[in-house]
Nanobody, 122 residues
Framework: QVHLVESGGGLVQAGGSLRLSCAASGDTFGSYAMGWFRQAPGKEREFVAALSWGDSNYADSVKGRFTISRDNAKNTAYLQMNSLKPEDTAVYYC?????????????????WGQGTQVTASS
C-alpha cells in the first residue's frame, strides 16, 4: 500500500512558476512509476507527465514547460511548472504504480493522492 500526499499548489499569474511535490509512504518508492494528472472543472482527468526508471513522457500541451522528477531518497516526486497559462488551471493529482515503464493512462495507476489546486490567472 502506498499513500500519496500532494503539496505546492496555489495561485500564480500567467507566466509564473510552481513546483508541486508528491510525498509517498513506503520503502519501495524507487520501483514505482509516477504520474501527474489534472482535472479542470467540467472536464475529464487528463495526463500531464509520467516518469519511471529514467524515462519520462509529457502531454503535448506541457512539453517544454513542465518537468517531472523524483528524489528516491526523499520518497518524493515533483512537477516543476514554468510559463503557466490560464488553461493549466486545474486540480493536479499524482499517481503511482509498481511498474518499470512510464504509464500515460489514469486506469494503469493503483494509488492516487488527494489533489492540489493550481490556478494561473490571466
Amino acid at each position: 500500500q502506498v499513500h500519496l500526499v500532494e503539496s505546492g499548489g496555489g495561485l500564480v499569474q500567467a507566466g509564473g512558476s510552481l513546483r508541486l511535490s508528491c510525498a509517498a509512504s513506503g520503502d519501495t518508492f524507487g520501483s514505482y512509476a509516477m504520474g501527474w494528472f489534472r482535472q479542470a472543472p467540467g472536464k475529464e482527468r487528463e495526463f500531464v507527465a509520467a516518469l519511471s526508471w529514467g524515462d519520462s513522457n509529457y502531454a503535448d500541451s506541457v512539453k517544454g514547460r513542465f518537468t517531472i522528477s523524483r528524489d528516491n531518497a526523499k520518497n518524493t516526486a515533483y512537477l516543476q511548472m514554468n510559463s503557466l497559462k490560464p488553461e493549466d488551471t486545474a486540480v493536479y493529482y499524482c499517481a503511482a504504480r509498481s511498474y518499470k515503464i512510464t504509464l500515460k493512462s489514469q486506469y494503469d495507476y493503483d494509488y492516487w493522492g488527494q489533489g492540489t489546486q493550481v490556478t494561473a490567472s490571466s
